[in-house]
């Protein structure tokens, strides 16, 4: 289980009137960073399959914090969740992995 996902089912939802709301829409690019981020690839693993520079993911992480109003990668991916910004597959593998979220 990569590190991300168990980091989310771990932690207990936040109530629904404290999680931010998208200050601004995403990019494609932004977006699909953000997929990568919640499969729990690294910043050089998106580099590598994006063919990007790493700096240039960095930068795309960078704006996704701030547009979630988040400082880590488990509040991204969890911010992004429940906006419905990404489905990582690894989130629909069992009941357990939507309840741990909050999700139904």
Request: aromatic share 4%.
């Amino acid at each position: 289980m990569h590190l991300v996902a168990h980091a989310c089912r771990k932690a207990s939802p936040a109530p629904a009137q404290s999680l931010p709301r998208l200050i601004e829409p995403l990019t494609p690019r932004e977006l699909e960073v953000l997929d990568l981020v919640c499969d729990g690839d690294s910043n050089l693993e998106i580099s590598e399959r994006l063919g990007i520079g790493l700096s240039t993911v960095k930068y795309h992480v960078f704006q996704i914090y701030g547009k979630l109003g988040v400082a880590r990668r488990t509040q991204a991916v969890a911010i992004g969740i429940h906006l419905k910004l990404v489905q990582p597959a690894w989130l629909f593998d069992s009941p357990a992995g939507t309840a741990a979220i909050g999700i139904s």
